[in-house]
């Protein structure tokens, strides 16, 4: 294994940039099966109600953020995790000290392979 | 979206156990396409060698490991996270002071979707 495919949460300049939402970015990291996403919100950041039909993990890293997936809200600390089934509309709102989300995709989301902007789905389904 | 979707990375009760080696324990959080693992690594475990033909990450959380992939070495500290293609021959040894990692595997391992023990491979792919 080379250097080249170790990343660090901390250091993520290897991973494709993406603005999801105003005060939301993240990086992109593909693999054949699966995706990360490393996202970095501002406080208070909100993202778009979406969905899209692959499966996705959270894992909160650093900070606080109110969850929505299927309508409920959950309120979630550094080190919840969670899973969104394909299809069930999600999105988050950051706390008063931003977040760090892992978020984890599987399959990849193929248009999360090129740059550009945006959930990249509409607001349902 | 009920309490039941969430989990914590410090309260692993939700999650099927399985003792992969001696002083290597986990929980398992499966999903459809993807499947999470939390393993708790004691000083100095070590796994053995395997391989799959899923997908798999790693993320360290806690401690330092040596991460070994095709016969390279690397040493890795909390917050990096690395990439292990299908059937790539890899494990780990855990530092002074153990290890926290968070594994993602694509799709699910069938195997660990029951309860067993050991990492459910033989040495090579």
Redesign the interface.
Known sequence: ???A??????DLSQGLPRELAEGITTRI?A????M?SVARLEPHASGTLHAHP??Q?G?LLEGTLI?V??G?E?E?KA?????T??G?A?TVRAGASGALV?D?F??PREIYLSPGAGFGTPESA
Request: charged share 20%; proline share 5%; glycine share 8%.
């Open positions: 294994m080379s250097e495919t170790f990343f660090n949460l901390h990291f693999g054949d099966m699966s990360l692959e499966e993990w894992v969850r997936q299927d409920v959950v979630a080190g919840d995790f969670w899973r089934p394909g069930a999600h892992l984890i599987a399959p």
